[in-house]
């Protein structure tokens, strides 16, 4: 009767903490998807108003500026909302055809975020007046603010602000840097507002302190043809503006360089940006100190407190901040995957591509695609929900530059000294047989291990295991069909650590294969693990996760919290893995791994062939 009661219960929390999870999962939306903006009824009240000051920003060169505004309305609710558009013009004159609505007037364009009038004006249900601080950056146009009642679903716009602009607008900004296909390679890219048939880009860069050198960029960008579905065809799309890459070859190992990003303008001047740094990547073998930040699912978040992003993301500001604070001790980042949740919205991508500005624009910045990157039906992704809002990939794998062999798969393989890096994209098939497969097998089979010990997987999808609500929902403890195949690699090319994104969480396994801790120890490895480590790193920032109420003999360390891992190769022998908290910056979780070549080489299950003439 006690064991009867006792299942009972547990079957109680389970569907509990599964009821739980479709909630956050239903709290995981898009903010600005809760404006009902092709509902908006033209209303303007004579005696409403909304002003802005200052009216120009960005004098002093700075890209990012805050604006005050002052508002009234006679009739005020507390439901009333401001919007933020750019460009300024809004009106139903710049709609595209595929936006038409049957009931003018109308709007057709979304705010890039929005804000309830009484946030800081906590009387303003009472006297009608409020004033609001909001966060610009430049995003290559005018912006103007609306004053709305009727909520988010039902709005009617009263009043319209005069226009605020930066003294630039095209101004290049929000430099990104990654790793080339070679190890001396670094490649710098940037948004502007200038084509080539406007400006020619480039960027000046040499070592600190020595002659600097000219480099050109590639231009690209996309339009919204190139969407495949609304939001990002109809009320998301925003002109992206210009992406461009430069590529600076022949790199010294460990050197410092600073850099500029440059327009030259065809009547002979030159518009500039302010000056960079960064650290050149050291030889792959190289034995120094390498440091390495993981993390995946972060999003994006205002500082302004706008978009309601406290019930959204609300761990991402946190962890940019340490990451930022320790970036001197930060050689490398990998985000992989859920980059910014843009879910078709592409005014998003400029305000990501800011918030990471001060980390992009000093260590390389490595991303992977994920199911909010790539994911729409019809369009060849492994899994046909609508996670992307239309984006289909195009504005991640134009945004940002990785080393792949063709930027649409998005799997590819970097090193860094020590390390070897495998990249795998699990939107697009990977199981035996297929052509990632074949990269994933490639990519590990290809590494020196005795010049370069730590081998790393990285993926966003859940390949290996998770206790998530969800994956044990469906009985798997991973992604459906994940590491059925991918295991024997695993174990084959003695991969050390297997990271992921998707889980909300963190949490860390034994060296495992095949549902079998191969490894007693759960803090300080010797010798050979037998196995791989596999590390759950999705609490970036994105809403968290629940874990099932189910302890299962692999998992040592879980984590319902925000947070990210770094890892630090002090040495051909010695590793070091951190799991840090994203609101204090500390170490909750960490192991070391400490081995010689030899280690590497001795056979464990299924790592040797069968038959050898020894035995």
Known sequence: MMVEMEKSRMVFLYLLL???????????????????????????????????????????????????????NNKPSIDDWIGVFSPANFSASTCPGENKMTNPPFLCSAPIKFQYANFSSHSYKDTGKGSLKLQLINQRSDFSFALFTGGLTNPKLIAVSNKVSFVNPNAPVYPRLAQGKTWDEITVTWTSGYDINDAEPFVEWGPKEGNLV?????????????????PARTVGWRDPGYIHTSFLKELWPNREYTYKLGHRLFNGTTIWSKEYHFKASPYPGQSSVQRVVIFGDMGKAEADGSNEYNNFQPGSLNTTKQIIQDLEDIDIVFHIGDLCYANGYISQWDQFTAQIEPIASTVPYMTASGNHERDWPGTGSFYGNLDSGGECGVPAQTMFFVPAENREKFWYSTDYGMFRFCIAHTELDWRKGTEQYEFIEKCLASVDRQKQPWLIFLAHRVLGYSSAGFYVQEGSFEEPMGREDLQHLWQKYKVDIAMYGHVHNYERTCPIYQNVCT??????YKGNLNGTIHVVVGGGGASLAEFAPINTTWSIFKDHDFGFVKLTAFDHSNLLLEYRKSSDGQVYDSFTISRDYRDILACSVDSCPTTTLAS
């Not at 999962?25 to 908006?40: E, G, M």
């Not at 000051?53 to 002052?70: D, I, R, S």
């Open 519 to 524: 490894n007693k120890e759960k803090h300080n």
């Open 18 to 72: 599964v009821a739980t999870f479709q909630q956050a999962v239903s709290d995981d939306t898009q903010p600005l998807s809760k404006v009902a903006i092709h509902k908006t009824v033209f209303a303007i009240d004579e005696h409403a108003y909304i002003k802005a000051t200052p009216n120009v920003l960005g004098f002093e060169g700075h890209y990012t500026e805050w604006v005050t505004l002052q508002y009234s």
């Open 214 to 230: 000219k480099t050109p960029a590639g231009t690209l960008t996309f339009d919204r043809n190139t969407m495949c579905g609304a």
